[in-house]
Structure formats: structure tokens, C-alpha cells
């Protein structure tokens, strides 16, 4: 079989459909996070904001709404951060975040706890989190008794959660309703009475993986993993994943402008026949479009702009993107979104443009709270794509 050769503004033009930046009728948000796998949520407004981009008609508190009835679930996911994912997705993507072992790492145990006290606190919060929801307060006390070990105490209270997120990944721990502003956290099993548990990681790529490749292909090995783990996963476990899919014919080697990457066959006809337009979106901080493939993508943004999308201590920026790429950030001011251009990047239409501007001034006139600013102090835990 030939291998099919595509360029990057096929593949951009057909992604944009895919990360329904069109904004087909009728997507509600759970459709919107399970057609992008997850979606960051350290930032709540910016996860409320991603959604409402790929939406025609956006419901304020649909996240909210979809989280108390079961439909999402938030829990320190990928690339250990706070994502929201559908109840059906989280425990494949679990696994496969969990079979890296990256807390048996020696750096890990290093800067945190040993293994042994990690498998301590494992055994203690799935006894405290049995049929109940504990705040973090609640949770740390609990453990530091129940394993008597008072030097723990520390590492419970950081602000990163580095210790919890293990627990997370080994489906052991999910974000439980808020108590008015304190998180609380819970067993999956008590939150989702049809918790299936974490399968086989062999069974959870052949879900995540073609399933990542729809939105963010085609791609490769190494760029699934960035997004995944920052490239923790096992070497030989991560080929696998995808030769077995290639096997099976699910996938098929493609490459992008000469470089070689995965789609799903059955993509290859619409990445064939994608032709870019002049849609033009603004999308917020910690957007997918950018996440997905990394800020080091230079298909996406350019080498020299890294770091104005890249920022210190985590923070991703909204940004404006034509023709699938980045050409500039924005920020709203007293509830306007004001956008800083890239000249180098060309001209971006003044229509679609501002027609965007519109949309978003309307968005951010229903609650100016509700969307970011383009910088700022991120949480405990940020991205760092």
C-alpha cells in the first residue's frame, strides 16, 4: 500500500473541521469534550470558553450541568493537569497514563515520596474515599492517620497534588462535587456507580489512540505521548500501541510535508480533498487547538513565538488562529477582547475577524468573569505544552 502523502495545510484545514471550529448545529458540550478526548480544566472559565468556541449556540453552565449529572468527570489526567473527560473515555485514557509508572520513576521519588509510601498512601485513600467525599483537608488527614505517617502531611497540603495524581491515574481518585469553593475528591466507583475500572493499557490505546488521531492527526507516536505524558510513556509499549493499529488496519502511515506521521484509515479520503479557508477563531488559554500537538509544533506557531504562547509558570495564551495556524494572542479588557497580530504571519481577513471579535464581546458581556484574561498567575499544577 502507497504511502499517502499529504501537506500541512491539508492536514490544518481538515483538523479544523474536526476540532468543529465550523461550529456545527447541535453539539452539545459532552459531544464537544469527547470529540477532543479531554479538555484542560486548572482554569474552569478557559474549559467553559473551549467548548463554547465549537459550539453555534453555547449554554452558559453546560460543564457545570454535565459534571453533576454524571456525564463528565474531572481528575488530574494528562500530563498530570486537571482535565475534564466523558465517563466513558476517563478510565482508557487512565490507563494508559497509569501504565507508564511514572511514580516509581527515581526523579519522582526523588522530589516526592518512595514507592513504598506511595503505595502507603494508595491503600489509605481507598479506604477514606470509600462511599464518601472528603476535601483535601479531610482526605490528608485521613491518610497521615491511617498510615501514621506524619512527615506525609507536608506533601498531602502542596497546592501541585503531585502525590494524588498517581492515585488519579490508577483510577483511585476523581474530583468530587465542590463544597462551596473547596475541592473535594471521592472514589470513582462512588461517584460513577458503573465504574468499570481501568482495562488492560493494550485495550485502552486501541480506544484513545484512534480516537486522538481524529481530532489531532494525523500525527506521531512521539507527539501522542508529548500530549499524553510529556513522553513518559515506555518506549516499546508506545510502538506497540500503534503498530498493533496499523496491523489491524485502523491506522496507516501517512506523511506531512515529507515527515511521517499516523491517520486513521478511514480519514485518508477527507484529509485527501481538505482545502483550507479564511475561517478565523479566537480561542482561550489552554485551548486543545493548541495543546493537542504542542507549542512546539512549528506547523502551528511559529519558533520565534513560542514564548509568547508558552508563558512562565505554565500559562498557555488565548490566541488567534487563521487557516488553522497561530498568528497572534489576545486578551479581554473591561470585557473586549483586544487581539495583538503578528505581522510576520500575514494578513488576516478584517471580516472574519471581526465578526469573531463580535461573538466573543457578546460571550463575555453574559459574565466578564466567565473567560480568562490572556496572562496571569496559573493554579498549582499548569501546563507546560
Not at 453555547?58 to 453533576?68: D, E, K, Q, S, T
Not at 509508572?101 to 526523588?110: A, H, I, L, N, V
Request: a neutral charge; one cysteine or more; proline letters at 7%.
Amino acid at each position: 500500500m502507497a504511502v499517502v502523502k499529504l501537506t500541512a495545510d491539508q492536514v490544518l484545514a481538515w483538523r479544523t473541521g474536526r476540532h468543529l471550529l465550523h461550529r456545527p448545529a447541535g453539539m452539545t458540550s459532552v459531544d464537544v469534550v469527547g470529540r477532543l478526548v479531554a479538555v484542560q480544566a486548572q482554569v474552569a472559565s478557559a474549559a467553559e470558553q473551549a467548548v463554547a468556541a465549537r459550539q453555534a449556540d453555547p449554554r452558559p453552565g453546560a460543564l457545570a450541568a454535565a459534571l453533576a449529572d454524571r456525564r463528565l468527570v474531572k481528575t488530574w489526567a494528562m500530563r498530570g493537569t486537571l482535565h475534564l473527560l466523558r465517563v466513558e473515555d476517563a478510565p482508557a485514557c487512565l490507563a494508559l497514563l497509569a501504565a507508564g509508572r511514572f511514580w516509581e520513576k527515581g526523579s519522582w521519588q526523588r522530589a516526592f515520596v518512595t514507592v513504598a509510601r506511595m503505595s502507603a498512601i494508595a491503600e489509605a485513600a481507598a479506604a477514606a474515599l470509600n462511599g464518601r467525599m472528603l476535601t483535601r483537608e479531610q482526605l490528608s488527614a485521613e491518610i497521615v492517620d491511617r498510615t501514621g505517617d506524619r512527615d506525609l502531611a507536608d506533601h498531602l497540603a502542596s497546592g501541585w497534588g503531585a502525590v494524588l495524581k498517581p492515585l488519579a491515574w490508577q483510577g483511585l481518585l476523581v474530583h468530587g462535587p465542590n463544597e462551596g469553593n473547596r475541592v473535594t475528591f471521592t472514589r470513582p466507583d462512588t461517584l460513577l456507580p458503573d465504574w468499570p475500572g481501568l482495562p488492560d493499557p493494550d485495550e485502552a490505546a486501541a480506544r484513545v489512540v484512534p480516537a486522538w488521531l481524529g481530532a489531532y492527526g494525523p500525527a506521531s507516536a512521539e507527539t501522542f505521548d508529548q500530549w499524553l505524558s510529556r513522553g513518559g510513556s515506555k518506549r516499546a509499549a508506545l510502538r506497540g500501541w500503534f503498530t498493533r493499529l496499523v496491523e489491524a488496519g485502523e491506522l496507516a502511515p501517512v506523511t506531512v510535508d515529507d515527515r511521517p506521521a499516523y491517520a486513521r484509515a478511514a480519514d485518508l479520503d477527507g484529509l485527501a480533498e481538505a482545502r483550507p479557508d479564511d475561517v478565523v477563531r479566537l480561542l482561550p488559554a489552554f485551548d486543545q487547538w493548541v495543546l493537542g500537538p504542542g507549542t512546539k509544533d512549528t506547523t502551528i506557531i511559529p519558533t520565534a513565538r513560542r514564548a509568547a504562547v508558552s508563558r512562565a509558570a505554565g500559562w498557555i495564551s488565548p490566541v488567534v488562529v487563521h487557516r488553522g495556524r497561530v498568528v497572534g494572542t489576545w486578551e479581554a479588557r473591561d470585557g473586549e477582547p483586544v487581539v495583538d497580530l503578528w505581522p510576520e504571519s500575514g494578513p488576516v481577513p478584517a471580516e472574519p475577524l471581526d465578526a469573531e471579535r463580535a461573538r466573543l464581546r457578546a460571550y463575555l458581556s453574559g459574565g466578564a468573569d466567565s473567560l480568562p484574561a490572556g496572562g496571569g498567575t496559573l493554579p498549582a499544577g499548569g501546563d507546560d505544552a
